[in-house]
T-cell receptor
Framework: AQKVTQAQTEISVVEKEDVTLDCVYE???????LFWYKQPPSGELVFLIR??????QNEISGRYSWNFQKSTSSFNFTITASQVVDSAVYFC???????????FGAGTTVTVRA | GAVVSQHPSRVICKSGTSVKIECRSL??????MFWYRQFPKQSLMLMAT?????????EQGVEKDKFLINHASLTLSTLTVTSAHPEDSSFYIC????????????FGAGTRLSVL
């Protein structure tokens, strides 16, 4: 069975600070996908990124960056120079290559104060 | 784009009535859709996998007669909560897999159900 752990329940920062969200996963499969989703107060889940297990390159998209390390089974997410609009719940998730179901972490609530 | 529309966004109903929630993929075809339930300050719990033209696959512990799923076309799946009771009050959210694109689920905005 797959398991995704987001140990940080809540993080509160002041605007312009950087914030890193931790995600640790467990799976016995060698081929899998990792995801990050953002859930703002409005409720919908916004897809942020998908990474496959064979691609360990870090990725940067604007103020967002992701650090995938298979050696530690981690897929961490950093928001640089945070803004109030970044306030949301962020979910890390995993799916296997042959099964589209997502295993979600518990989520991390990020609050960015002006 | 990959837009998923979910309707209604909020519904209040009396105990014993049935409520239908629609999930539509607006700009892509989706053979497979998913229905989730989310309790306050908790993660998403998968209820069922909805496949166009076939019966839905329910997760363990989810009553299929209580939560009826119909996926009659490549762009629409519906979830009907039958004989709703206060304990069914929750946030229900759907997602859709874009045909031809692996693994990325695109989510609707969710439906807040309150059963009085």
């Amino acid at each position: 069975a797959q398991k995704v752990t987001q140990a940080q329940t809540e993080i509160s920062v002041v605007e312009k600070e950087d914030v890193t969200l931790d995600c640790v996963y467990e799976t016995r499969d060698t081929t899998y996908y990792l995801f990050w989703y953002k859930q703002p107060p409005s409720g919908e889940l916004v897809f942020l990124i998908r990474r496959n297990s064979f691609d360990e390159q870090n990725e940067i998209s604007g103020r967002y960056s992701w650090n995938f390390q298979k050696s530690t089974s981690s897929f961490n997410f950093t928001i640089t120079a945070s803004q109030v609009v970044d306030s949301a719940v962020y979910f890390c998730a995993l799916s296997l290559a042959n099964d589209y179901k997502l295993s979600f972490g518990a989520g991390t609530t990020v609050t960015v104060r002006a | 784009g990959a837009v998923v529309s979910q309707h209604p966004s909020r519904v209040i109903c009396k105990s014993g009535t049935s409520v239908k929630i629609e999930c539509r993929s607006l700009d892509f075809q989706a053979t497979t859709m998913f229905w989730y339930r989310q309790f306050p300050k908790q993660s998403l719990m998968l209820m069922a996998t909805s496949n166009e033209g076939s019966k839905a696959t329910y997760e363990q512990g989810v009553e299929k007669d209580k939560f009826l799923i119909n996926h009659a076309s490549l762009t629409l799946s519906t979830l009907t909560v039958t004989s709703a009771h206060p304990e069914d009050s929750s946030f229900y959210i759907c997602s859709a897999l874009k045909d031809g694109e692996k693994n990325i689920q695109y989510f609707g905005a969710g439906t807040r159900l309150s059963v009085l």
